[in-house]
Structure formats: structure tokens, C-alpha cells
């Protein structure tokens, strides 16, 4: 299990390796550079020089990724030439949010989706079936940030359920640990702050949901009708087994394979695809951040966001394995 | 009044927009404590169903009917609840399926499948619900059961995760025990051992066995008494020893007719019944078999059969039975009943002393059996 563990983690090596020599020969090929952003139209091509001798980028290609290498063996991702602040201080600022939004967002979806879809299964025709068939092909349709808007008109802005937008109430004044603000909150026992943290998450947390939820719901109740006909489903009806003990023994755990490859693959793009959510409720996570990094040809900043996506996809996916493993014995690792 | 009493079983699947499937057209069969009797029949003819539908195991869903009754030990397990019938299961009544590997759950480990059983019916928990476990896996005969308990399915072979299944099946000691082609999915030399295995288990505790199999070797060796079944219903009804030496009807004759003898001769080849399960009239337009049938004559055709109770004490549904030398017909048939009555509605070895089991027929004589 744990050589398992090491292997995994030294196959991050030349996955990272090759994808930033990848990102590194495209995002210099991209036209126009920081300069053109930094200086709009007005800029002379003396100024443009200036700033791309100032950045580094006149330098030859080699040069400079060699210079990128030997500053990500320090896990230095260098400097935004958007905000002038180190790329790891940007993101260990915003990456928190974002991961607060993920964990939500997948809480709802496999809180709801799992029983929902096992439910839809045992119900198969009945109206219960249909409704959240039909009710995830609707979720799947419709764009996360129309469905963003329509949330925050209704429950933020007439009923004023939830708040519109933002972390966290500034009034409240929370100390700040690990900028994970709920985790904060709970640290210090600020238990207000951790409440209102976890209040602004409700909406787009339930936006983001939409699409992972009704993902989870399909394959759950494919995977349940497909487990409730095998023959060991039968074996422990026929021993008497209590429904109860028949659902969460023998067909819950068989049906759950399928539905923990989709849990992972749907954070990690969760992940990396809350921009539009985030601009909607103007939550300060990673993502809103990104997309102005990509006007601004924010080179640092992108680099560094694509590596550590890069990243939190192996970990996440090494969960999934792992979690295959405590689910299935006949896949389980050595 | 025998364990298991069934009676004019029916079993039909009805979709929409397709014709209503019979699955089973009125079986009836009887068990006494420590008897074995078999149900035998090509795939297709109803065999399993008719298990399933005793066990209340068939797959619900919308257009099944069940029909009939199947009274064991007094109560109908047709018009059970699904609570009282889900205690009764595991612990009265058990039932072994036919493929080992996919009837064992693959992600839990042999030891929690067999003390759910001890749980769920006779309360053991812990350490003493495991013991008993590995007592039961040492009883039928699988070797270092501690070690077994804790390996998942697929580490065991195919005789070993049947021999687990026996298992739990026996664990709480049920009174009838229904194993439906325990065998087929086993290699020859496995599969008696297990056949060996159920027979012993069967004369330890006086359990009442219903052997479902398409193997006439199986019947021979186990069943007391057996049932044909065809297209749905009881064709023919006989102890061992008359059936196999002088089946009545045709499809009987065919079944037996189609199995390889090492006494045939080198050419002769070997005979098969002509055509497929598929090919069947519909009971109520004639018999089943008659498109099958190489003793087909026009009677066949046009009403279903009627039950014929034989001057042995068997009985066949045919109107033109492979006969018996040197017996009349007349004085081969005590009786006939209407298609509403079925061969098991008479105990094959019915006491003198006994009600007529069919209004219109008298009690049966015993069988002149010398084993």
C-alpha cells in the first residue's frame, strides 16, 4: 500500500515535467505578451522592449525555462506581472476558497446524488425514477453561471435568504490561519465566522453542484439496477437478510465502484472550473483570478495554476484508487 | 401432510404489447422431511422459476403473478409478507444457487457472508458467531476454515466458494433445503463431491431436499423421487427405479434417451429429441411436446392431456404413453383426472389409510420398490 503510495507520487515527476515544457513552448507562442497588456495601445516599442528585458522574456526560450526549472525545485513559481506579488502568496490566498467551494459543491452533489440515484434504482418506472432522470438531464443542460444568476436573484437578492456574494462577512473581523475561512472559524472557535463562511458557500455551492450532482445520480442508479441483478443480490435475499443489511452491505458497496471514479474526476474539475461561479457570487477564489491572469498574459500565474491542477488531479485520482481498494478486494493494492 | 405442499403453482410474466409468458402452468410437488425429490427438465421448462417463486426470490416486477400455493409446514408461503417470509428464509427454508462464483457477494469476505446468516436468524454475534462459522466451513469439508473465513471469494476455487454456499445455507439448520443445478457450473470430479456432501447433510439432519437439475446422472444418484417438468407443467411423476427403467411418457423416454451409454454400441449414435424448448404448443390448444414427439397422434392436438394415475402409483399426462409389456392399457390406468388435476397432487407413496389427495381418485397403493 504505501510503496503504492510512493510509486504513484514519483509518477507526478515526469508528468509535471512534461507538461510544463508543453505549457512553456505555448504560452510563448501565444501572440502578444504582458507587455501588450501591461501597456494597452499606447505603449512604443521601446517600452515593450523595456519590459520584456524587465521580465525576462527577451532571453533566450532555454534560458528562460531553465530559470523557470530551477525555481520550481524551490516551489518558487515566481512573480505575477499582473499584481507584483509572488504567485504561491496569490494562491495560497485564493486556492483556499476555491477548495472550500469544491468540498461544498461535492458534498451536496454526493449527499444527494447517491441516495437519490439508489432510490430512482429500487423505484425503476415509477414516478420518483422519472423525476430525477429527467431532473439530471435538466441539471446537466443548463449552464452552471445561468443557473448561478437565477440563484442569487432569487435567494440572495429577493428573498435575501443568502448573501450575494463574498467569503465571508468582513465586519465580523475572523482571524485568518489558513484562509480555508469555515476551517478558521472552527480553529479559533469563532464559530459565528465559521457559520457566515459557510453561509456565502450555500449558493454557489449549490450551483456548482448542479452538473457533478446529476452525473452521480445517473451512474449511481445505472450502477444499482445493474447490482440488484446479480446473483449474489439473490443469495442474500435468499439467507433472510433484513432489507436493510441487503442494500448496505451487498448492493450499496458493489454499486459504489463506478460512482467513486466519477466523485474524482468531478472534483478535479470542479477544481479547476469554478470561474464563472466565482465571478457570479465574486468570491475570491483561484479561478476568477486565473481567467484575468489569461488577458493579462500573466505567464507566473498560469504556469503555476496548470502545475498545481496538475497536481491535485494525481492526489485526487490516488484517492480514488485507494478508495477502490477499500471497496474492492480483488483490485486492492500491495 | 407432507413439508412442502405445492399445489397448481403458476408463474406468469405479462408485458405490454407481448404475449403473457406462462412460466410455470400449475406444478404441484410434494416433500416429506428427509425425502429428496427432484425436479428435472431441459433449460426453459420452468424449473428454476418454480424454486424462485417458492423462495418468493423472483425479481419483482410489474406483470409477474404468482399463483397457486406452496404450503410448508402448515403455512403458505405465497401469502406471506415480505417480513415473516424474509425470517423464514435462511432459517427454514434455504436454497443453493447454481454458479458459485457470482451468487458469493465478490468485495466481502467469506466469514461476514456466513455469520450474517448466524445473526440475522439465530443472534450470534462476535467471537462465538465466528466459531460457529468455521465450524460450519469445517462441516462442509473446507480445510483451515479460519484462515477461509477472512479470504474473499475469488481466492477460493469453484468447489470450495459451493461448498461456502452449502454453508451458509445449512447454518441455521433449515428443514428444506432447495438447490437448484448446484452442480452444473462444477468441474465432474467436484461435482461429486458435492453431491456426496448434500447427501450426507441430508441423512445427518432429515432436511427435506429439492434437487432442481437438468442431469439425470444427479436424479440417479440422489432423488427418491422425481418430477419431469415440460413447458410449465409436471409431465410425469415416478420413484427412481420405475422411471428410470420404464418411463411412460415420451419426453421422459427422450430425456433418457439422449444421454450417453458406455453399454451402446460403437455406431450407434446417440438420440436426441428432435427440435427445441421453443417449439411448444400452448397447454390449452394440446400438449406441449406434441410438436417434439415421436408418439404424437391426433389426439394430441386440440385439448390439453389428462393427468393419468397409473395401477404403480405413478403418473404421466400423455394420451399415448410408451407402454408396458404385457399390460393393458386398461388395466395400467386406476384413474384419470381432468387437466386441472396434477400427477404430485398424489403422493407417489401415498399410505391406504389416506383421503383420496383428488376428489374422485382413490388412495394410492404403496410402491413395490425393493431397493
Known amino acids: 500500500m504505501f510503496r503504492f503510495i510512493i510509486r504513484r507520487l514519483l509518477q507526478l515527476i515526469p508528468t509535471l515535467f512534461g507538461l510544463s515544457v508543453l505549457l512553456f513552448i505555448w504560452l510563448h507562442r501565444l501572440p502578444g505578451g504582458p507587455e501588450t497588456a501591461i501597456l494597452g495601445e499606447r505603449g512604443t516599442p521601446e517600452t515593450r522592449a523595456a519590459i520584456r528585458r524587465n521580465l525576462g522574456l527577451d532571453e533566450p526560450i532555454l534560458v528562460q525555462y531553465a530559470r523557470f526549472l530551477r525555481r520550481m525545485i524551490r516551489l518558487d513559481l515566481g512573480t505575477s506581472t499582473g499584481t507584483k506579488r509572488a504567485v504561491t502568496t496569490e494562491f495560497v490566498e485564493r486556492f483556499p476558497g476555491t477548495v472550500e467551494l469544491t468540498v461544498m459543491a461535492m458534498i451536496l452533489a454526493v449527499g444527494i446524488g447517491i441516495p437519490l440515484g439508489y432510490l430512482a434504482a429500487r423505484r425503476r418506472g415509477r414516478f420518483l425514477d422519472h423525476a430525477s432522470v429527467g431532473g439530471s438531464l435538466i441539471g446537466i443542460c443548463i449552464p452552471v453561471f445561468f443557473l448561478a444568476y437565477v440563484l442569487k436573484a432569487i435567494f440572495a437578492e429577493n428573498l435575501g435568504w443568502f448573501p450575494s456574494s463574498g467569503r465571508q462577512d468582513p465586519t465580523i473581523g475572523a482571524t485568518r490561519v489558513t484562509n480555508f475561512f469555515v476551517l478558521d472559524g472552527l480553529m479559533t472557535r469563532e464559530w459565528d465566522a465559521a457559520a457566515d463562511a459557510l453561509w456565502h458557500l450555500v449558493l454557489p455551492g449549490v450551483a456548482l453542484a448542479s452538473i457533478p450532482l446529476a452525473i452521480i445520480v445517473r451512474i449511481t442508479r445505472a450502477s444499482v439496477l445493474e447490482v440488484l441483478n446479480e446473483d449474489f443480490v439473490r443469495t442474500a435475499e435468499a439467507k433472510g437478510l433484513t432489507e436493510r443489511t441487503v442494500r448496505r452491505r451487498h448492493v450499496l458497496r458493489n454499486a459504489m465502484l463506478p460512482v467513486a471514479t466519477s466523485i474524482g474526476l468531478q472534483t478535479g474539475l470542479l477544481l479547476s472550473g469554478a470561474v464563472l461561479t466565482e465571478t457570479v457570487f465574486a468570491f475570491s477564489g483561484i479561478g476568477a483570478f486565473v481567467a484575468e491572469s489569461i488577458s493579462q498574459r500573466d505567464y507566473p500565474v498560469l504556469m503555476g495554476f496548470i502545475m498545481i491542477i496538475a497536481v491535485v488531479y494525481v492526489l485526487v485520482n490516488l484517492l480514488v484508487d485507494l478508495s477502490y481498494s477499500v471497496i474492492d478486494p480483488r483490485v486492492r493494492v500491495r | ?371
Open chain 2, 1 to 371: 401432510m407432507a413439508l412442502l405442499e405445492v399445489d397448481d403453482l403458476s408463474v406468469t410474466f405479462a408485458r405490454r404489447g407481448q404475449r403473457t409468458v406462462h412460466a410455470v402452468d400449475g406444478v404441484s410437488f410434494s416433500v416429506d422431511a428427509g425425502e429428496v425429490v427432484g425436479l428435472v427438465g431441459e433449460s426453459g421448462c420452468g424449473k428454476s422459476v418454480t424454486s424462485l417463486a417458492i423462495m418468493g426470490l423472483l425479481p419483482k416486477q410489474p406483470g409477474l403473478r404468482v399463483g397457486g400455493k406452496a404450503v410448508f409446514d402448515g403455512t403458505d408461503l405465497l401469502q406471506l409478507d415480505d417480513r415473516s417470509r424474509r425470517d423464514i428464509r435462511g432459517r427454514d427454508v434455504a436454497m443453493i444457487f447454481q454458479d458459485p462464483l457470482s451468487s458469493l457477494n465478490p468485495v466481502i469476505p467469506i466469514g461476514l457472508q456466513v455469520t450474517e446468516v448466524l445473526a440475522r436468524h439465530r443472534g450470534m454475534r462476535g467471537e462465538a458467531a465466528t466459531r460457529e462459522a468455521a465450524d460450519l466451513l469445517d462441516r462442509v469439508g473446507i480445510p483451515d476454515p479460519r484462515r477461509r473465513l477472512k479470504e474473499y471469494p475469488h481466492q477460493l476455487s469453484g468447489g470450495m466458494r459451493q461448498r461456502a454456499l452449502i454453508a451458509m445455507a445449512v447454518a441455521c439448520q433449515p428443514r428444506l433445503l432447495i438447490a437448484d443445478e448446484p452442480t452444473t457450473a462444477l468441474d465432474v470430479t467436484i461435482q461429486a463431491q458435492i453431491l456426496e456432501l448434500l447427501k450426507d447433510l441430508v441423512r445427518d439432519s432429515g432436511t427435506a431436499l429439492v434437487m432442481i437439475t437438468h442431469d439425470l446422472g444427479v436424479v440417479a444418484g440422489m432423488c427418491e423421487t422425481i418430477n419431469v417438468l415440460y413447458a410449465g407443467r409436471v409431465v410425469e411423476t415416478a420413484t427412481r427405479r420405475p422411471l428410470f427403467r420404464q418411463p411412460r411418457h415420451p419426453y421422459t423416454e427422450g430425456l433418457l434417451g439422449s444421454v450417453p451409454r458406455l453399454d451402446a454400441g460403437r455406431g450407434e449414435r446417440l438420440n436426441p429429441i428432435p427440435g427445441s424448448v421453443r417449439d411448444v404448443l400452448p397447454w390449452p390448444d394440446g400438449c406441449a411436446f406434441a410438436p417434439r414427439c415421436t408418439r404424437r397422434v391426433d389426439a394430441c392436438v386440440g385439448e390439453p392431456p389428462e393427468l393419468v394415475l397409473t395401477h404403480d402409483a405413478r403418473s404421466y399426462r400423455c394420451v399415448n404413453p410408451v407402454p408396458v409389456p404385457g399390460l393393458t392399457p386398461e388395466a395400467d390406468t386406476r384413474a384419470t383426472a381432468p387437466t386441472t388435476a396434477e400427477p404430485g397432487a398424489v403422493p407417489a407413496q401415498a399410505e391406504p389409510a389416506d383421503p383420496p389427495a383428488v376428489p374422485g381418485f382413490g388412495p394410492a397403493p404403496r410402491e413395490e420398490e425393493t431397493p
